[in-house]
């Protein structure tokens, strides 16, 4: 199967590597048969503007380019590919885009959260920072999941350009915000942020770190995908429009 991991922004939002590296770190999690390519939304002048290189973590690309998500997914239909991943934990666009298309659209964030729901009783959510705690939360009540949440905890760690960061120190600041949770009761922590874990941060070491299951987005999403993609496969026909 073929399916397109869509990056949040341009080309040019992950210039220095950055989209070569998430493919290094999610292509592993694919099986055998699956193939992972790299897409991206439109850039900043033939999206009329929309898509800039917002920064990372403060929701502001999420909620203002999750417009250019619906016709980026109709196009990947036409190009032949098997589904889509969504490249951001906030699923921007996400039923809007399902609307659009007969193949799977699946948003990490969506994926991680319901896995959350089915091992634990008590949700803690990390985000990158205070900017996007609001968002998160809307996210979470979307999906009828506010009674399993236990709290939101920003990192509020600006992780800089790629070629730059610092594994250990943006694993330590997860940790600290996963802590807080666990400290409070969390028996499971959903994080966001694609650009900690998987890119630069292990779950499994978080985890161990702080003694409760760490979800790994990357993986439920790729795994999501091939599952729905099995199940479909039989009776998928092309939706027009």
């Not at 493919?23 to 800039?52: F, H, M």
């Not at 709290?151 to 760690?157: A, S």
């Not at 499971?188 to 890119?199: D, E, K, R, S, Y």
Request: some cysteine.
């Amino acid at each position: 199967m073929r399916v397109l991991l869509i990056m949040n922004g341009s080309r040019a939002r992950y210039a220095g590597g950055a989209d070569e590296a998430r493919l290094r770190v999610w292509q592993p999690y694919c099986a055998p048969g699956t193939q992972l390519e790299i897409g991206y939304l439109p850039d900043e002048d033939s999206s009329g503007g929309v898509a800039r290189n917002y920064e990372f973590g403060a929701a502001d690309a999420a909620i203002k380019q999750a417009v250019l998500y619906p016709e980026r997914c109709a196009q990947a239909e036409q190009e032949g590919y098997d589904a889509v991943i969504m490249h951001c934990c906030s699923d921007p666009g996400l039923e809007r885009a399902r609307a659009r298309v007969s193949i799977p659209v699946i948003g990490p964030g969506e994926a991680t959260l319901r896995a959350g729901a089915m091992l634990g009783r008590a949700i803690g959510m990390t985000v990158p920072s205070d900017k996007s705690v609001k968002h998160h939360r809307e996210q979470v009540t979307e999906l009828g999941l506010d009674d399993r949440l236990l709290g939101v905890e920003p990192i509020n760690r600006p992780i800089g350009a790629y070629a730059g960061q610092d594994p250990r120190a943006m694993t330590d600041a997860l940790v600290a915000a996963a802590q807080r949770l666990v400290d409070r009761g969390a028996d499971v922590i959903c994080p966001t942020g694609l650009a900690f874990i998987p890119v630069r941060v292990a779950a499994a070491e978080v985890a161990r770190r702080v003694g409760v299951p760490v979800l790994d987005p990357a993986l439920l999403a790729v795994r999501a995908t091939e599952a729905l993609v099995a199940s479909v496969a039989p009776v998928r026909t092309p939706r027009r429009g």
